[in-house]
């Protein structure tokens, strides 16, 4: 069971400066209490990532959601635009669409035909007064159509906040933007099949954000990657309150002797050998680089449980949809696949560490542990 005095003096450890703190307690990862504890704090209590804008390419399409318990609904209307709403009926609260499909017509809810058009509006009632009759002065369709979520897009990733009393959302996605200033109004166009997997992890969500925050595990966990992008080729990244992570000076694609992904257009030169790998909290992780960018949504499943699902981009649509491109794309995917799936060991092998009594969240290196630390911190200020 939760101990919330125990928790409150374990929180004051974390949020001690880097040198002195302690990570956060075996609770938070291992006790299912604590998790939906967490889920009310954090996921349900403002931003979090939920899918993103190629989940629905086309005008029409709808998408279930399930955000730990709640049910929503992401919609592409007819013009193209996204949106997003509770996925219940207003009438007796049934949900609407239970797989992903097009809409050609109107939402209908399955349990009494009452329907909607894409933009949440209540369009019919059949027999609602009577048998025949499909109207009632109680029930007013101007009042009584889908509830809209807040939400906002970056880099194709939709955010939503529950809560509706999170800061406003460009208030929110700022400070990543602003750092990533030369791709947050870029054109994005998705790989496609092929540049999308998910991986279920045995480990609780935050974990997964810890391990991607750092580069202090390149060595002994990714040789291959750190036989050219050394651990001393990386610096930390650090915006207390909003992200963290890591980028290097070396990225030097060479997946094919013959071509290579186009870069962005006028990039300033500092992205010729950088890219930058960021936790953008709480639950999505980016990385850029000059020729692509990806980005991996974290979805919690259970106290020690995750799915990760990953998207790559490229900078135009002949390169992310064309056969030329197709055996490059998958050979990058791949490649990514690969270095996601040699975290897997750490990351559960961490989570069934949190199963001994004594451990007290461990200590921090404060030259290499610092962008964790910033996440920890961040986390222990949502729940304080």
């Not at 006790?31 to 349900?44: K, M, N, V």
């Not at 669409?97 to 059949?126: F, M």
């Not at 949504?297 to 649509?317: K, S």
Request: aromatic fraction near 10%; proline fraction near 7%.
């Amino acid at each position: 069971m939760l101990d919330k005095v125990v928790l409150k003096d374990a929180l004051s450890a974390v949020r001690r400066p880097v040198a002195e703190a302690h990570g956060l307690p075996n609770d938070l990862y291992a006790d299912a209490e604590a998790f939906a504890f967490e889920t009310q704090r954090i996921f349900h209590g403002g931003w979090a990532c939920i899918g993103v804008g190629a989940d629905v390419p086309e005008p029409g399409d709808v998408m279930p959601i399930d955000l730990l318990g709640a049910p929503l609904l992401l919609v592409r209307d007819r013009a193209g635009d996204l949106k997003l709403y509770q996925n219940v009926c207003r009438h007796r609260g049934m949900i609407l669409v239970q797989e992903k499909r097009n809409v050609s017509g109107v939402i209908r809810c399955p349990y009494h035909s009452w329907c909607y058009s894409l933009d949440g509006r209540l369009r019919a009632t059949p027999h609602v007064g009577g048998p025949g009759i499909s109207h009632h002065e109680a029930v007013d369709p101007e009042q009584t159509g889908l509830i809209p979520v807040r939400m906002g897009v970056f880099l194709d990733c939709i955010f939503a906040d529950l809560s509706g009393q999170a800061e406003p959302f460009d208030d929110y996605i700022q400070p990543i933007a602003e750092r990533w200033s030369d791709f947050a109004d870029r054109a994005l166009h998705h790989g496609g099949k092929s540049s999308r997997f998910t991986l279920d992890v045995n480990c609780n969500w935050k974990l997964a954000v810890e391990n991607y925050c750092e580069s202090y595990h390149l060595p002994w966990v990714h040789p291959g990657l750190n036989s050219y992008s050394r651990l001393e080729d990386h610096y930390n990244i650090e915006q207390p309150g909003a992200f963290s992570g890591q980028g290097t000076l070396v990225y030097n694609p060479a997946l094919s002797a013959e071509k290579a992904f186009p870069d962005f257009p006028d990039l300033p030169p500092k992205w010729d050998r950088a890219a930058e790998y960021l936790a953008l909290y709480p639950n999505v992780l980016f990385g850029v680089h000059r020729d692509h960018a990806y980005s991996i949504r974290l979805e919690p499943l259970a106290h020690d449980r995750t799915r990760e699902h990953i998207e790559i981009y490229y900078t135009d649509p002949d390169v992310a949809r064309s056969e030329d491109w197709q055996d490059l794309r998958a050979k990058n995917a791949a490649l990514w696949k690969e270095v996601f799936i040699e975290d897997i060991g750490v990351v559960e092998g961490m989570q069934r560490g949190r199963g001994a009594p004594g451990f007290d969240g461990g200590v921090f290196s404060p030259v290499m542990d610092s962008p964790t630390h910033c996440f920890h911190d961040w986390v222990a200020s949502r729940l304080g």
